[in-house]
């Protein structure tokens, strides 16, 4: 409930906050489906909210594997420096700054981006933007891939231009429903 309270109080005050709830546990596993966690070494994440996607991923990652978050609201930022786990760096900034924030030896080692951050506020160029850094940071070879869950399917055109593929699945046990996609750095 608390996590509800706080997506209800930064929805009203942040003009970049999509949901007025936190992910559904059935969401969260059903994109879960597409992370081997037992391979994973590195996981980004765009927009890391209350935690609930952030939570899920330590409780499976390894002892030796890394999660870099993203979060620039003030609020979601504050509750995930809380996390007290030393596999977690959250940075308070946007992931248009992804680049020059993850450590050297991270960039092209990333073995997925998960992003709930909604791409539907953007305009076209900050979504290749930022898609085309994602897929910088990402493993080559079909070893990384970038998870999205989305209000919309209006990720299709931005994932063809930049990673030339992608599959969707819907996910009805959310509010709101969310589109899943996967698109795999080739």
């Known amino acids: 409930m608390k996590g509800t309270i706080e997506f209800l109080k930064s929805f009203a005050t942040?003009?970049?906050?999509?949901?007025?709830?936190p992910s559904s546990k059935y969401c969260v596993r059903k994109l879960c489906e597409h992370i081997d966690f037992a391979t994973t070494d590195v996981i980004v994440e765009y927009g890391g909210g209350t935690g609930v996607f952030?939570?899920?991923?330590?409780?499976?990652?390894?002892?030796?594997?890394?999660?870099f978050v993203f979060e620039t609201n003030d609020n979601f930022a504050s509750l995930l420096n809380r996390i007290d786990d030393q596999r977690i760096t959250v940075f308070h900034e946007s992931v248009e700054d992804i680049l020059d924030l993850l450590p050297e030896d991270v960039i092209g080692n990333v073995d997925h981006v998960v992003s709930g951050i909604p791409f539907s506020f953007f305009d076209w160029d900050m979504k290749i933007d930022i898609l085309t850094k994602t897929r910088k940071v990402l493993k080559n070879s079909n070893k990384g891939s970038f998870l999205a869950y989305q209000t919309s399917g209006h990720l299709k055109e931005p994932l063809t231009e930049t990673f030339g593929n992608f599959t969707t699945e819907f996910c009805w046990k959310n509010i709101p429903p969310y589109f899943i996609y996967e698109a795999v750095n080739t």
């Open 14 to 21: 942040d003009k970049d906050v999509a949901s007025i709830t």
């Open 54 to 67: 952030t939570k899920h991923f330590l409780k499976k990652m390894r002892p030796d594997a890394q999660l």
